[in-house]
């Protein structure tokens, strides 16, 4: 059973810096690429940030590029998001995914998996 399984998320104030994990099972990781998106209130799910199987390739939204950083342990099946300079427009539900796709894609129809996502409000 395949599982994606968020944590991290949780009520910050403007500026501060968060964590969030996703813990994954039930298929082959490490031949993954892995991805973040979001998705806010009355607003359509975006891409955030996307790192390919071995890490090598990350790609970025422009508007988290040099406050966002994706990371992966393949070891433990799990992918990373720290976040800093958080602003309330980072406010949104943050879901994990995976795809089969060999480059970081933005596309989230490549996406083959998803989590049930996590809850990060930015207070100001």
């Known amino acids: 059973q395949v599982q994606l399984v968020e944590s991290g998320g949780g009520l910050v104030q403007a500026g501060g810096s968060l964590r969030l994990s996703c813990a994954a099972s039930g298929f082959g990781f490490s031949m993954y690429t892995m991805g973040w998106f979001r998705q806010a209130p009355g607003k359509e799910r975006e891409f955030v940030t996307a790192i390919t199987w071995s890490g090598a390739s990350t790609r970025y939204a422009d508007s988290v590029k040099g406050r966002f950083t994706i990371s992966r342990d393949n070891a433990k099946n799990a992918v990373y998001l720290y976040i800093n300079s958080l602003k309330p427009e980072d406010t949104a539900v943050y879901y994990c995914?995976?795809?089969?796709?060999?480059?970081?894609?933005?596309?989230?129809?490549?996406?083959?998996?998803w989590g049930q996502g996590t809850q990060v409000t930015v207070s100001s």
């Open positions: 995914a995976a795809s089969r796709e060999v480059i970081a894609t933005m596309n989230p129809r490549m996406y083959n998996y």
